[in-house]
């Protein structure tokens, strides 16, 4: 199965855990200081799955590829 990050702004608080972690291909801060996901993200790594886990408010999740789903704005 090919997965893409998902991330739910509306549950980010902005700790930058995830953007240390993952850089600087998949995820960065915004200037609403909550994590986004960046565009053209290469596959998913170690790093990117490190993320999810360091998370402390889970905000960050894995989805099949073809999922349609949006992250909340
Ligand atoms: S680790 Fe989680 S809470 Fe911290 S910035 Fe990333 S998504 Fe937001």
Not at 1 to 9: E, H, K, S, V, W
Not at 38 to 44: D, E, G, S, T
Not at 45 to 60: K, S, T, Y
Request: charged share 20%; net charge negative.
């Amino acid at each position: 199965m090919t997965a893409r990050l998902a991330i739910d702004t509306g549950r980010c608080i902005g700790t930058s855990l995830c953007a240390a972690t993952a850089p600087p291909h998949h995820v960065a801060l915004g200037t609403d200081e909550r994590a986004h996901l960046l565009p053209n993200a290469p596959v998913l790594g170690q790093e990117a799955l490190d993320a999810i886990d360091l998370c402390p408010v889970e905000a960050i999740h894995l989805l099949p590829a073809d999922s349609t789903t949006e992250e909340r704005p």
